[in-house]
T-cell receptor, first 116, second 113 residues
């Protein structure tokens, strides 16, 4: 079974600064995907970024980037130039590679607050 | 192209009543997943369905909970004889065949009073 651990229940950052959210996971799988989801107060689950385990290059989406360390089973999210709208709960998630559908295993989340 | 539609958005039930949560996947998506989010926690997998088939229900409580995804119509998550501990947000997600990536609905918040 897979497990995902987010060790920071809460974090805060000043607007325009950079913040890094931590995530570690445990799996015996070799092919898998990792995700960061954002959940604002509206409760909607929004995909922030996705990483395929077979790719060595770290994924980047505008101000969001990851540091994927496969051997260490670490998958941190860096948010640059933080904006007030980034305030949300952030969830790290793992998905095993399957030819058909597969479940997501989520961490417990990190509540990020961006202060003006 | 409408996203994943869940209804109702909020549902209040008295203890002992039945709760029925509906999910219409995105057009072209044949895989449906249900997740539960208890207060202050992450989402926990409940069940994975394809049309007329339950593929993986390993996350479903053994009693009172059931799910279906009929040939026609939305997927239904049914909770019988609800208890206070069932109060949570229930999320549905869908995905297409052979591709990675979910689209989540906005969730149904169930409150048991």
């Amino acid at each position: 079974a897979q497990t995902v651990t987010q060790s920071q229940p809460e974090m805060s950052v000043q607007e325009a600064e950079t913040v890094t959210l931590s995530c570690t996971y445990d799996t015996s799988e070799n092919n898998y995907y990792l995700f960061w989801y954002k959940q604002p107060p509206s409760r909607q689950m929004i995909l922030v970024i996705r990483q395929e385990a077979y790719k060595q290059q770290n994924a980047t989406e505008n101000r969001f980037s990851v540091n994927f360390q496969k051997a260490a089973k670490s998958f941190s999210l860096k948010i640059s130039d933080s904006q007030l709208g980034d305030t949300a709960m952030y969830f790290c998630a793992f998905m095993k590679h399957e030819t058909s559908g597969s479940r997501l295993t989520f961490g417990e989340g990190t509540q990020l607050t961006v202060n003006p | 192209n409408a996203g994943v539609m869940q209804n109702p958005r909020h549902l209040v039930r008295r203890r002992g009543q039945e709760a029925r949560l509906r999910c219409s996947p995105m057009k072209g998506h044949s895989h449906v997943y249900w997740y539960r989010q208890l207060p202050e926690e992450g989402l926990k997998f409940m069940v994975y369905l394809q049309k007329e088939n339950i593929i993986d229900e390993s996350g479903m409580p053994k009693e009172r909970f059931s799910a279906e995804f009929p040939k026609e119509g939305p997927s239904i998550l049914r909770i019988q004889q609800v208890v206070r501990g069932d109060s949570a947000a229930y999320f549905c997600a869908s995905s297409p065949v052979g591709r990675v990536g979910y689209t989540f609905g906005s969730g149904t918040r169930l409150t048991v009073v």
